[in-house]
């Protein structure tokens, strides 16, 4: 039994519309003893996304950015966000558009990149799918300045840290992104090693 066989929908409400699309779904769901339960969930989707570490293993660095993001500010983080260069995929494939999101937000121009992994973000309540890659850079590939587009909203700092400072960072609270943190633990298991 597949969970297709599980569920059955009954009804959805397109709650908003805007940046995102945040839905109400009244479903049917079939329990692990067989007993049907119906269930309201909402759902936010604004589309899946792509990011990205950069990192040169003999510098022993990465390229991280530092933004303002609302959502942490009215959750009480009261500071701008450090985190890896990331972007929604808007139709393209996640390689597509993170090359242009590390371009346009720290400025590097990457040669080869190498996708980890995918992960959910948080599926209890939003869809986006994350595509996770690693990339070596230099001084060479930089190209621009980076600092994101203006007419998104976009504020960024680049920032170039040593892969020990960043890690630190995650224990001592001054980076809680979490898929920068994923990223950042993926080079210290499997890149410096």
């Not at 959750?75 to 393209?92: H, T």
Request: glycine residues 8%.
């Amino acid at each position: 039994m597949t969970i297709a066989d599980r569920i059955r929908v009954k009804n959805v409400r397109v709650l908003s519309d805007n940046y995102a699309t945040v839905t109400e779904t009244t479903f049917d769901y079939r329990r692990a003893d067989g007993e049907w339960q119906t269930q309201t969930r909402e759902t936010y989707d604004r589309g899946n996304c792509a990011t990205v570490l950069p990192y040169n293993l003999k510098q022993r660095s990465v390229i991280l950015v530092r933004q303002f993001r609302y959502p942490a500010y009215v959750n009480g983080y009261d500071d701008l966000l450090i985190e890896a260069a990331a972007g929604v995929l808007d139709g393209e494939t996640p390689e597509v558009r993170i090359r242009a999101e590390a371009e346009e937000e720290t400025g590097y121009r990457l040669g080869e990149i190498r996708k980890i992994f995918e992960a959910f973000s948080s599926p209890g309540s939003i869809t986006e799918k994350l595509h996770f890659f690693v990339a070596e850079y230099d001084p060479s590939m930089r190209i621009g300045g980076g600092g994101g587009l203006a007419e998104e909203g976009e504020d960024i700092e680049v920032l170039e840290l040593p892969i020990d400072q960043a890690l630190a960072m995650i224990a001592d609270g001054r980076i809680v992104d979490a898929k920068t943190i994923m990223l950042l633990q993926y080079a210290a298991l499997h890149i410096f090693r």
